[in-house]
């Protein structure tokens, strides 16, 4: 069965954290376990937009992703960050390999509509997911390393959140697992512990109410497009232990 890893932009800038759970891919992956990665890289575009005198916008959430960011987007997480987590992993013994999402329409959206009247530019919700690469990538023994970048329409490209990416990705090769790692230990309810386990309803109860914030409310909405549509399991945080536990009823 195939397990959906997604890794997140804070994550990058842990070295420590990012080097033990590289070292856990590629454990599980040694072992015979089908894994794909789907990473963002939200950090290392600020740096890249402040190193280039470019304004960071964003409006709910997301990044306002116009003509001038566009390209710096691509660039670095199909570029610097897609390709630097591929030579860690190969260093650490996995033979992985990077695709775009926009490779072969792994990943398609259309235009984000206006929030709030305001444009996002060329920001996309993930609307299809092609799974023939990845599954051929598979089949052939690699991890597959995955940026979120998808294929808008009129070949166009948009930068989309890296959760419902990987949701997307988790639901179209029918995987059993879909593990978020994050920089928080888990899903944290009104008092601030860790919800070890959680049912559909309940997460709904959370999105409902104004405890599940931040990076966290797209997360847990993506963990729950993915828990309707068949991945039995859902984690989000460290993926060796601890953590928050989606599971089907």
């Not at 995955?146 to 990416?165: K, M, T, Y």
């Not at 991945?231 to 989606?246: D, K, M, P, Q």
Request: proline share 3%.
């Amino acid at each position: 069965m195939i397990t959906v890893i997604k890794l997140g932009g804070s994550l990058l800038e842990d070295g420590a954290r990012r080097a033990q759970a590289l070292q856990e891919i590629v454990a599980r992956w040694k072992s015979g376990q089908k894994l794909v990665v789907v990473h963002g890289g939200g950090k290392r575009i600020d740096a890249m937009l402040s190193r280039l005198g470019i304004a960071k916008r964003t409006h709910a959430g997301l990044r306002i992703t116009d003509d001038a960011t566009l390209p710096v987007v691509v660039a670095t997480l199909a570029g610097i960050v897609n390709k630097s987590l591929v030579a860690e992993l190969n260093a650490l013994g996995a033979e992985a390999a990077g695709i775009a999402g926009s490779d072969a329409g792994t990943l398609v959206a259309e235009q984000h509509p206006p929030i709030d009247g305001v444009e996002l530019g060329h920001v996309g919700r993930v609307t299809a997911s092609h799974p023939a690469l990845l599954q051929t990538m598979l089949a052939s023994g690699f991890l597959p390393v995955v940026a979120s970048i998808a294929q808008g329409p009129n070949a166009s490209l948009l930068n989309v959140n890296a959760d419902s990416a990987a949701a997307a990705l988790a639901i179209a090769l029918g995987a059993k697992t879909l593990h978020f790692i994050t920089d928080v230990a888990g899903l944290l309810d009104a008092n601030g512990n860790v919800v070890p386990h959680l049912a559909e309803a309940d997460a709904e109860k959370f999105l409902a109410s104004t405890i599940v914030s931040g990076g966290m409310r797209p997360k847990l909405e993506a963990a729950l497009s993915a828990l309707r549509a068949g991945v039995r399991s859902i984690g989000i945080g460290e993926l060796t232990e601890g953590g928050t536990n989606l599971v089907a009823a």
